[in-house]
């Protein structure tokens, strides 16, 4: 895990671009995912809760948001996220996504994983999202929320892409929905901001 989530996380809302940039793939990632009423969901590497106001509207009051991270101090922010909005949906455990297991989390197998902007900053993408899969359900739903280099005519902001990724610590060409493309029997991906951002979901076999 890169230093940047092991030290103090206090300005990572303010510097992350949310609001002009990636806002919009959690919200088309969280759309395209498909939860149903009553789901539970794992919000691996949930950092500090960004994607928790829609997945807790997606699963409703019925349902489980579960944020895990391997971040004391991202988790510190979430769980101040989690007692300000009142969502008594959302547990939250700190856990190793290359080694967690079911007995990490507060409900045995899940019906579906999220990860939003994480797993490009993990050392093993790979390894995480195969672990991720021994959480789901059979039948269950993955949805990776991530980025790559921008395309088309949006090209020209490369640089300031590869600054943004560097800054969080992200591999910008690491391509996670890579994998989900091969494992998963429905998958559909979309992209936002001149293609910077893939949302990728599908069904685990
Ligand atoms: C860029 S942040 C994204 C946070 C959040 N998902 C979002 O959309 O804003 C990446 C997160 O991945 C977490 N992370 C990195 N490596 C991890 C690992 N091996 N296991 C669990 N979390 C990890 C970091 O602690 C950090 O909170």
């Not at 019925?62 to 895990?68: L, Q, S």
């Not at 101040?80 to 967690?100: M, Q, Y």
């Not at 993990?122 to 672990?131: I, K, L, S």
């Not at 969080?168 to 994998?179: F, K, L, Q, T, Y």
Request: charged share 20%.
């Amino acid at each position: 895990m890169s230093v940047h989530y092991r030290v103090g996380m206090r300005f990572y809302d303010a510097l992350s671009g949310e609001r002009c940039v990636y806002r919009s793939g959690r919200e088309r990632g969280v759309q395209l995912l498909g939860l149903r009423a009553g789901d539970t969901v794992v919000d691996l590497g949930c950092g500090t809760g960004l994607s928790f106001a829609l997945l807790v509207d997606a699963v409703g009051p019925n349902g489980r948001v579960i944020g895990a991270d391997a971040s004391d101090a991202m988790l510190k922010v979430a769980r101040r996220r989690v007692a300000k909005n009142g969502w008594s949906t959302v547990s939250l455990v700190n856990a190793d996504a290359l080694h967690v297991t079911g007995d990490d989390l507060p409900a045995g197998r899940v019906d579906a994983v999220f990860s939003s902007y994480a797993l490009s900053v993990m050392a093993d993408p790979v390894g995480a999202m195969e672990r991720a899969v021994s959480l789901v359900k059979r039948g269950g739903r993955m949805g990776i929320v991530d980025m790559q280099r921008p395309t088309g005519m949006a090209r020209v902001f490369t640089p300031f892409a590869l600054a943004a990724t560097a800054a969080g610590g992200a591999d910008i060409d690491a391509h996670p929905w890579e994998w989900l493309k091969l494992h998963a029997t429905d998958f559909s991906e979309d992209t936002r901001r001149g293609g910077h951002i893939v949302v990728a979901a599908g069904t685990l076999s």
